[in-house]
């Protein structure tokens, strides 16, 4: 086999390999962390105006969209009130809920987070987990502070994964204070986090339960 014969196949191979490579796509890598907020409506608002718009709310009169918010985030929070019928006495929370489609299938586990603050009250944060016919509740921690803080639930069970649908709740506690008739818990930009979310670095939180 003479020498330009050579050249040509090796030629000739070379080009195919070149084809073959430059015809696959590169690979797409996904960026870690990387995360979805399932909530549409984080912001309370609605084109630049405060909105209720997807949340419901218990106790229509003990709820408000307000501008009391961290100093580094938001235009809108909301306010969730308790009022005593008489001093010394347990009142009906106000609360706002929503209602979240599942996410993809593949497993990641579910936090909610949220800003909050409390005066005079003691509020609350929750997940329900829909599966069936039964409601697993992921409860988060008490929210007792003055000041904002970050909070959250992380469902490291991984409950959420087989959800048929998911509620967030956002609520006021019940308080019992002979001193004060009134008290409200604020919450700022809750999220639902399906994915890799960032850490949650000095947040409050509290290991979720699972109840029937």
Known sequence: ????????????????????????PPTQTIPSPYYINMLANSSFALENMPSFELWNALNVSLVQITPVVPPFDGTDSVGTYSVAIRPGTYSVPGAVFTDVPP????????????????????????????????????????????????????????????????????AAGSVSNSTSSSS?????????????????????QRLPKSVN
């Open 1 to 24: 086999m003479s020498q330009r014969v050579l050249i040509l196949i090796f030629c000739a191979v070379f080009c195919c390999i070149f084809c073959i490579i430059g015809c696959n």
């Open 184 to 204: 409200v818990v604020y919450f700022n930009y809750p999220e639902l986090l399906w994915g890799q979310p960032p850490q949650y670095y000095g947040a409050k």
């Open 103 to 170: 996410g993809p299938t593949e497993y990641y586990p579910y936090i909610l987070s949220v800003w909050a603050k409390s005066i005079r009250d003691t509020g609350t944060f929750f997940l329900d987990v829909f599966i069936g016919q039964n409601i697993y509740r992921l409860p988060g921690p008490n929210i007792i502070d003055t000041v904002w803080h970050p909070y959250f639930i992380a469902d490291t069970a991984g409950v959420a994964t087989y959800a048929d649908s998911l509620r967030v709740w956002l």
